[in-house]
């Protein structure tokens, strides 16, 4: 079959599997709001003729719905209901090991947390007695530099709950933009906080020599004096911190490799 190669990623793929990746994105960013051709372009980063070609193609599958110049999804396609033949194509992106090295342990947390919480809340009495005052905020990025091919990574961070709080985490721009592929686990114990992010599918990992953010983290405080949040590099288990490449492996964390600053 006929190779050519992927506009995002530079990956080597043949015209069916670049079918479905331009369908994925597509849809992707439809899934929120009704997108005009241009905006489309912009987002998808597709050429021109391609993106034309693939909106016609969705349109009569009726995946997509063309109204006023603007493109949505249709609710009642097979595609948007997991039972059409695209569905079942995108559906092998689980089959590679370096997405599922990455993104099972965000999926399990994330969803463990969600159930958690939602049962927590249904527990609970009415009159819990409320926690301590936030008197102000402190903002700390997880920064990340002088790595190599990097795809999935996690950070065990640890904190003083008698003394802070984690208010909001918002994902970088480097590895890990965004749900799915963000994990943020503040149920994992008193004093823990897990983050981790993770790239998808088969593309190259991400270097840089420069500093990147991984994350921004908010932290409510509840007195002036206290103890700054620090990485753990010692937890072992399921929580560990660590970085794993395109291929797997471990890549080494050096001293300041990953560092943690307000």
């Not at 097979?78 to 695209?86: A, H, I, P, Q, V």
């Not at 689980?94 to 342990?105: C, M, P, S």
Request: hydrophobic share 35%; proline share 5%.
């Amino acid at each position: 079959m006929p190779q050519v190669m992927c506009p995002n990623c530079g990956t080597t793929i043949n015209l069916e599997k670049r079918k479905s990746i331009d369908f994925s994105l597509i849809q992707k960013a439809t899934r929120t709001q009704p997108r005009s051709f241009t905006k489309l372009l912009h987002i998808t980063k597709l050429p021109r003729k391609t993106l034309s070609l693939r909106l016609k193609e969705m349109c009569k599958e009726n995946i997509l719905v063309k109204e006023q110049g603007m493109y949505k999804l249709n609710g009642e396609s097979e595609y948007d209901n997991n039972g059409g033949r695209y569905s079942r194509r995108y559906s092998k992106i689980f089959e590679d090991r370096r997405f599922r090295t990455g993104l099972l342990l965000v999926v399990l947390l994330a969803a463990s947390s969600t159930s958690g919480y939602a049962l927590a809340r249904f527990l609970l009495p009415a009159d819990v007695v409320q926690g301590p005052m936030v008197i102000g905020k402190i903002t700390m990025t997880l920064v990340i530099s002088d790595v190599d091919d990097l795809y999935s990574w996690q950070t065990f961070i640890n904190f003083n709950s008698s003394e802070l709080t984690p208010i909001k985490t918002i994902p970088g721009d480097f590895v890990g933009v965004g749900y799915p592929f963000f994990l943020n686990a503040t149920d994992i114990g008193e004093d823990n906080l897990l983050l981790g992010g993770t790239l998808c599918g088969t593309v190259p990992g991400k270097s840089t020599e420069t500093p990147e953010i991984l994350a921004t983290i908010i932290f409510g405080y509840y007195v002036t004096d206290f103890e700054e949040p620090e990485i753990s590099f010692t937890q072992e288990g399921f929580y560990k911190t660590y970085l794993i490449d395109s291929t797997g492996s471990f890549i080494p964390i050096l001293e300041d490799t990953l560092t943690l600053t307000t």
